[in-house]
């Protein structure tokens, strides 16, 4: 005899005045999408406690428009900060590598993640990105810091060696980049950064 159980489907939906928008509706995912993407809706819905709805409404999106939510500032920080934390790295990990760079290249993307237990799983998606896609993502806003400061520094110093000089550089003259490499306990020595290194290997974490 088959088990018989009870399943239960969460369904969430934008309601905008007296419309109702499904995001499993072509035209109404649009629309969400448009409102959505403007940083006041996003993060005023997650203040108000929305956080926990907002990755099932992203979830029936398509990962173009995921990603039209997602890389506007601050809004990854906000739903990792407010307990959405499972959902936004799934989302992540199952995008393109240009649709990941995007994301985690917004203003404290990388920071939310990291400050949330999920800065190993950036580094893994970073390391399969491009040397530009690197780039991009370690130059935004406190991305150097917030891995720096949660045990991924000796990770992000791995990835900086294998950049040419130059992107380096572009990494070095983000803001927030240098106060991270000398915040976090995985000193080392860098060609244009000039870390101190005790010329050793540096550990995992503290």
């Known amino acids: 005899?088959?088990?018989?159980?009870?399943?239960?489907?969460?369904?969430?939906?934008?309601?905008?005045?007296?419309?109702?928008?499904?995001?499993?509706?072509?035209?109404?995912?649009?629309?969400?999408?448009?409102?959505?993407?403007?940083?006041?809706v996003s993060i005023g819905l997650i203040d108000q406690d929305w956080a926990e709805a907002v990755p099932y409404i992203l979830k029936a999106l398509t990962p173009a428009q995921q990603v039209a939510i997602l890389s506007v500032p601050s809004v990854m920080f906000f739903l990792t900060t407010h307990r959405?934390?499972?959902?936004?790295?799934?989302?992540?990990?199952?995008?393109?590598?240009?649709?990941?760079?995007?994301?985690?290249?917004?203003?404290?993307a990388v920071l939310g993640l990291s400050n949330n237990g999920q800065g190993a799983a950036v580094v893994n998606i970073l390391k399969a990105l491009t040397p530009e896609q690197q780039v991009a993502v370690l130059?935004?806003?406190?991305?150097?810091?917030?891995?720096?400061?949660?045990?991924?520094?000796?990770?992000?110093?791995?990835?900086?060696?294998?950049?040419t000089p130059e992107q380096e550089q572009q990494v070095a003259s983000a803001e927030d980049a240098q106060r991270g490499s000398f915040s976090n306990p995985h000193k080392a020595c860098l060609r244009t950064w000039k870390w101190y290194s005790a010329g050793t290997p540096q550990p995992a974490g503290p």
Not at 86 to 98: D, H, T
């Open 1 to 40: 005899m088959s088990t018989i159980a009870i399943l239960e489907q969460r369904s969430y939906f934008l309601k905008i005045g007296d419309e109702a928008l499904d995001p499993r509706q072509k035209d109404d995912a649009d629309k969400i999408t448009t409102h959505l993407s403007k940083p006041e």
């Open 84 to 108: 959405s934390i499972g959902g936004m790295i799934g989302l992540v990990k199952a995008m393109e590598s240009a649709q990941q760079a995007a994301v985690l290249s917004a203003p404290y």
């Open 139 to 163: 130059s935004a806003k406190d991305a150097v810091r917030g891995l720096s400061n949660n045990r991924q520094g000796a990770a992000v110093v791995n990835i900086l060696k294998a950049l």
